[in-house]
């Protein structure tokens, strides 16, 4: 029992210091918070930026493949639905 309390209290201990390191080199690294905020905002900028590129790139590559499956029998009048809705931007 005092073993396993000595143990708990030694954990508590090791984690806090990291935890009061970690805030340190933080604070440190980080003393400008309105450059921290510009960093972030162009980071979100590029990150919305390269999330609308690469969808668009997927559904054109979604839409070039399907195209070779037009001819194909069975599967391939499903393949002309879908690719015309992509096409048209599903229109009603």
């Not at 009061?20 to 972030?40: A, V």
């Amino acid at each position: 029992m005092v073993k396993s309390l000595a143990k708990r209290i030694r954990r508590g201990q090791q984690m806090g210091a990291r935890r009061d390191l970690l805030q340190e080199l933080f604070n440190d690294f980080y003393r400008d918070r309105h450059n921290i905020y510009k960093i972030n905002f162009i980071r979100g900028i590029f990150f919305g930026l390269g999330t609308a590129l690469g969808g668009t790139v997927v559904v054109a590559l979604v839409v070039w493949a399907l195209s070779f499956f037009v001819n194909i029998p069975g599967i391939g009048d499903a393949a002309q639905k879908a690719q015309s809705t992509l096409e048209s931007g599903h229109q009603n």
